[in-house]
Nanobody, 121 residues
Framework: QVQLVESGGGLVQPGGSLRLSCVVSGASVSVTTMGWYRQVPGTPATEREWVAAIIRDGETHYTPSVSGRFSISRDIAKNTIYLQMTALKYEDAAVYYC????????????WGQGTQVSVSS
């Protein structure tokens, strides 16, 4: 079973930056399309949204609201994926999760604990 441990969240001012990490076990990030997701605290899981994905060949994709500000990457040797976030906005505040990315990702039942990103002046 895939295990995911996210870290790197915190409180940042608008315009600031954070780098999130996700250590993956039970799957290889070199052959598994991985993604970052986020969910505003207090909202149901059905409100979780996809943020970014990195596919097997390293190609990356982003939801429009973060394109140009966020960057997803991976370290195959560490079996870890990252999300570099810059120019953070109030609306980026959420709990961020990593997981496999696939078309029916909403049916994934196993998630990590996530890492919370707060944006406040």
């Amino acid at each position: 079973q895939v295990q995911l441990v996210e870290s790197g969240g915190g409180l940042v001012q608008p315009g600031g930056s954070l780098r999130l990490s996700c250590v993956v076990s039970g799957a290889s990030v070199s052959v598994t399309t991985m993604g970052w997701y986020r969910q505003v605290p207090g909202t149901p899981a059905t409100e979780r949204e996809w943020v970014a994905a990195i596919i097997r060949d390293g190609e990356t994709h982003y939801t429009p609201s973060v394109s140009g500000r966020f960057s997803i990457s991976r370290d195959i040797a560490k079996n870890t994926i990252y999300l570099q976030m810059t120019a953070l906005k109030y609306e980026d505040a959420a709990v961020y999760y990593c997981n496999e990315f696939r078309e029916n990702w909403r049916k994934i039942s196993s998630w990590g604990q996530g890492t919370q990103v707060s944006v406040s002046s």
